[in-house]
């Protein structure tokens, strides 16, 4: 099924620790996005690449890296878990560099740093 | 700075009634607002897109309005079913803007 695709979709980390959360897509969209969401707060936008080989940062990108593999893959990096970073990541693309057309948005990695 | 508000509790009717869901936001001037559904554990679903010029939109028994001069857009879901239940989250976007900024979100639990 056409869409984006999200693994782990569940995770739990020390704090310390590192992970890489992949997302991909196969919609041909050049633009893709990394939220987290937290309860009451919505979906923040942590960074987004408008294009392949290009990522800029979004709201809250303290903690995070990121990488544009290619076209279909953009991936998430936290390289030293902090309880903070405790939530919900999801993925999403978009046909147009302006999101008019709508994100596509995968099922969500819940993590959780104790 | 930027705000989106969405009613935070949930929204509770009976099947058959007509929903109405509020979205309101300051110091933004979007090119257009988006409407999502979500399910729990499930990602946002894209449901309608309503621009700047338009005040209207509708699909199916879905209906968006948009007021720029209120800042405020509504929507509405007539004839709701227990199905309806989700919560509904929206979005503001534009041109030269790097991504859609997204609201809280509210619940709406429809009761057979």
């Known amino acids: 099924n056409a869409g984006v695709t999200q693994t782990p979709k569940f995770q739990v980390l020390k704090t310390g620790q590192s992970m890489t959360l992949q997302c991909a897509q196969d919609?041909?969209?050049?633009?893709m996005y990394w939220y987290r969401q937290d309860p009451g707060m919505g979906l923040r936008l942590i960074y987004y690449s408008a294009s392949e080989g290009t990522t800029d940062k979004g709201e809250v990108p303290n903690g995070y890296n990121v990488s544009r593999l290619n076209k279909r893959e953009f991936s998430l990096r936290l390289e030293s878990a902090a309880p903070s970073q405790t939530s919900v990541y999801f993925c999403a693309s978009s046909g147009t560099s302006d999101g008019a057309s709508g994100y596509t948005f995968g099922s969500g990695t819940r993590l959780t740093v104790v | 700075s930027q705000k989106i508000e969405q009613n935070s509790e949930a929204l509770n009717i009976q099947e058959g009634k007509t929903a109405t869901l509020t979205c309101n936001y300051t110091?933004?001037?979007?090119?257009?607002l988006q409407w999502y559904r979500q399910d729990p554990g499930r990602g946002p679903v894209f449901l309608l897109l309503i621009r700047e010029n338009e005040k209207e939109k509708r699909k199916e028994r879905l209906k968006v309005t948009f007021d720029t001069t209120l800042k405020q857009s509504l929507f509405h879901i007539t004839a709701s079913q227990p199905a309806d239940s989700a919560t509904y989250l929206c979005?503001?976007?534009?041109?030269?803007?790097?991504?859609?900024?997204f609201g809280s979100g509210t619940r709406l639990q429809v009761q057979p």
């Open positions: 110091n933004y001037s979007p090119a257009y």
């Open positions: 979005a503001l976007g534009g041109t030269g803007r790097r991504a859609l900024t």
């Open positions: 919609m041909n969209h050049n633009s």
